[in-house]
C-alpha cells in the first residue's frame, strides 16, 4: 500500500538547521510532484516547498525562501526539506504529500519544534 513516512523532525534551537526525509513506498515516486506542507497549531495547514516530477523545478512559500531547499532522490524514493536558519514561528507539524493529476497521498507528520 501507499506510505509516505516522515522523519527528522525534532527540538531547535532557533538559527538551527534540520533535515526532514520523506520516505515512499506504494506508488511510482518519480510520476509524482512531491511537496512539504506544514500546520501550526491554531493555523491553516500551508505549502512550504514543491518539487516538481519532471524536471525537479522547484517553488517555495516567501516565508521560507533561501533558508528552506527541497530535494528529491528518484532513486531512493525520498524527498527531502533542509531547513536552515530556523525560526520560532516555523515551529509546526511538517507532513510529505506527493501528486500526480487527481492523486494524492499524505504523510502523518513530522513535528518541528523551534525555541529557546
Known amino acids: 500500500q501507499v506510505q509516505l513516512v516522515e522523519s527528522g523532525g525534532g527540538l531547535v534551537q532557533p538559527g538551527g538547521s534540520l533535515r526532514l526525509s520523506c520516505a515512499a513506498s506504494?506508488?511510482?515516486?518519480?510520476?509524482?510532484?512531491m511537496s512539504w506542507y506544514r500546520q501550526a497549531p491554531g493555523k491553516e495547514r500551508e505549502l512550504v516547498a514543491a518539487?516538481?516530477?519532471?524536471?525537479?523545478?522547484?517553488n517555495y512559500a516567501d516565508s521560507v525562501k533561501g533558508r528552506f531547499t527541497i530535494s528529491r532522490d528518484n532513486a531512493k524514493n525520498t524527498v527531502y526539506l533542509q531547513m536552515n536558519s530556523l525560526k520560532p514561528e516555523d515551529t509546526a507539524v511538517y507532513v510529505c504529500?506527493?501528486?500526480?493529476?487527481?492523486?494524492?497521498?499524505w504523510g502523518q507528520g513530522t513535528q518541528v519544534t523551534v525555541s529557546s
Open positions: 504529500n506527493a501528486k500526480r493529476y487527481y492523486y494524492a497521498y
Open positions: 506504494g506508488f511510482t515516486f518519480s510520476s509524482y510532484s
Open positions: 518539487i516538481a516530477r519532471a524536471d525537479s523545478s522547484t
